[in-house]
């Protein structure tokens, strides 16, 4: 492989795996991203002048756009996706519409080009829907149970790609990770919201009783396993990711308030939203013998990174919740996301 194709690149995950790809490996790069509300260039700002790197905005669901690219690349990494539970029980289409859509189209180019070696999709643990207290943690084989707009989107995303293996042999390698933080996490999800609320002096909102249980993983290791995934994995078949890692959001919030130094007065319980999953959990014993990966960072080490560069990177975070996502910021920030 020599050119790959990133999609959703100036997103969260997307933008911390091609600053892994330019800083350790040797792969030209090109990132297709829409920019919509949680896509940033800024989150690549350091990387634009690199002559391995070149951005072209588009739609993955744009097959005049897609095709082009997928003549002049040998790998897809896909990223793209809209990803967010609270705002697809709100407006569901645009889920269907980027991760359904999108991805088939993208499918169909990568087909048509007919010069790919891997197409990888990377996707998400809630597909598998929720586990009890004393379930064991999600495997690859496990059944699809999805129990949000989102997560559904995103199973019958992962689904065109087993149909696209199956029925043309296109190959495809599902990556589904846990929850991720770290660096450049837009700020409606839990960690950066919890540490910009925070430093704001705002009230912490926590869905239900706070007990809900999620597998926490650094987004730089959850990254370093798409990379193994793209290079080691074998078309066909799917990779859980996790940090081994489950803790309850409660634990996590009052993890960062303890570095920040904030009073536990701060936290604010809500009522909880639709269909919200008690818990996840990732099996990681097939990318760890079959891949040679294992999560790097533990959670002390990670949080402490993450509450730090917030703290450091504050113009990043104030131009996004002072621009056009003020409006969502002011509905939404005193509620739990």
């Avoid at 756009?65 to 407006?91: C, G, Q, Y």
Wanted: with cysteine; proline share 4%; glycine share 6%.
């Amino acid at each position: 492989m020599k050119k790959i194709l990133v999609t959703g690149g100036c997103g969260f995950i997307g933008s911390n795996f091609i600053r892994l790809l330019l800083e350790e490996r040797d792969y030209e790069i090109v990132n297709l991203d829409a920019l919509t509300y949680a896509g940033n260039l800024e989150n690549l700002h350091d990387m634009k002048d690199d002559p391995r790197y070149r951005f072209v905005k588009g739609r993955i669901e744009d097959e005049k756009t897609v095709l082009p690219l997928m003549d002049e690349v040998d790998a897809v990494v896909n990223f793209a996706a809209e990803s967010h539970v609270d705002r697809s029980i709100h407006s569901a289409m645009p889920f269907l519409t980027t991760n359904c859509l999108g991805t088939q189209n993208l499918l169909d180019c990568f087909r048509r080009a007919g010069r790919g070696k891997v197409f990888l999709h990377v996707s998400t643990d809630e597909v598998y829907g929720s586990l009890g207290k004393d379930d064991p943690p999600f495997k690859e084989t496990d059944k699809l149970r999805p129990n949000s707009p989102y997560s559904a989107s995103k199973a019958a995303s992962d689904l065109l790609c087993r149909a696209a293996w199956k029925t043309f042999k296109v190959p495809v390698v599902i990556t589904r990770c846990s929850n991720n933080y770290g660096p450049f996490q837009f700020p409606e999800k839990l960690i950066p919201l919890m540490i910009i609320n925070a430093l704001s002096g705002r009230r912490l909102p926590v869905y239900g009783d706070g007990k809900n249980i999620r597998d926490w993983i650094y987004v730089e290791d959850h990254c370093r396993g798409v990379l193994c995934a793209l290079e080691k994995g074998k078309p066909g078949f799917i990779y859980n990711f996790g940090g081994e890692c489950e803790l309850t959001n409660l634990e996590v919030i009052e993890k960062i308030l303890e570095i920040l130094k904030k009073d536990r007065d701060l936290i604010e319980f809500v009522k909880d939203r639709p269909g919200h999953d008690r818990r996840y959990a990732m099996d990681i014993t097939l990318v760890k013998k079959e891949l040679s990966w294992k999560p790097e960072t533990d959670f002390e080490k990670g949080i402490s990174r993450t509450v730090s560069w917030y703290m450091e990177n504050r113009t990043w975070w104030q131009r996004i919740i002072s621009g056009e996502y003020k409006d969502y910021y002011k509905k939404h920030y005193d509620k739990a996301l």
